[in-house]
């Protein structure tokens, strides 16, 4: 995938200051903070900051953390590295393309995967499926 590179001036005048904040200064959103939390709805997720396609609606599930997890990722997406500025180390994950923060990944999601990827809803935008019409 190619990388997308910006200026700091352009990522502040592509995103919103809640985006800004969290997918550049690797901020985190409050808990039960976004609507993409609470959808069910089939599509899939792609990264506010460039669009890439990064998450299935099936690939979600209800940690009940407050932010949208999913246990598993498209292919290649991400990029992880340690963090540790709070209390212990944890693994960050950022898009493969824009490098823009997401959030942690943690081992105690479900199987298959065992994994909880924990996203900051503002990281996200989510792409409904188009509803097809029935065959004639």
């Given at each position: 995938?190619?990388?997308?590179i910006?200026?700091?001036?352009?990522?502040?005048?592509k995103?919103t200051?809640?985006?800004?904040?969290?997918?550049?200064?690797?901020?985190?959103?409050?808990a039960?903070?976004?609507?993409?939390?609470?959808?069910?709805d089939?599509?899939?997720?792609?990264c506010?900051?460039?669009?890439?396609?990064?998450?299935?609606?099936d690939?979600?599930?209800?940690?009940?953390?407050?932010?949208?997890?999913?246990?598993e990722?498209?292919p290649?997406?991400f990029?992880?590295?340690?963090?540790?500025?709070?209390?212990?180390?944890?693994?960050?994950?950022?898009?493969s393309?824009?490098?823009?923060?997401?959030?942690h990944?943690f081992?105690d999601g479900?199987?298959?995967?065992?994994k909880?990827?924990?996203?900051?809803?503002?990281?996200?935008i989510f792409?409904?499926?188009?509803?097809?019409?029935p065959?004639?």
């Open positions: 995938m190619k990388k997308i910006h200026t700091e001036d352009e990522w502040r005048q995103l200051p809640q985006q800004y904040r969290i997918l550049r200064k690797e901020g985190t959103e409050r039960f903070s976004s609507p993409l939390h609470a959808i069910k089939k599509g899939i997720y792609k506010a900051g460039c669009g890439t396609p990064l998450f299935r609606s690939m979600k599930f209800d940690s009940g953390t407050g932010w949208p997890s999913f246990f990722t498209l290649g997406v990029a992880t590295k340690k963090d540790t500025k709070l209390f212990r180390s944890r693994i960050e994950y950022h898009c393309v824009c490098d823009s923060h997401h959030g990944v081992e479900p199987p298959p995967t065992n909880r990827f924990c996203s900051n809803g503002e990281a996200l792409e409904a499926d188009e509803k097809k019409a065959e004639a």
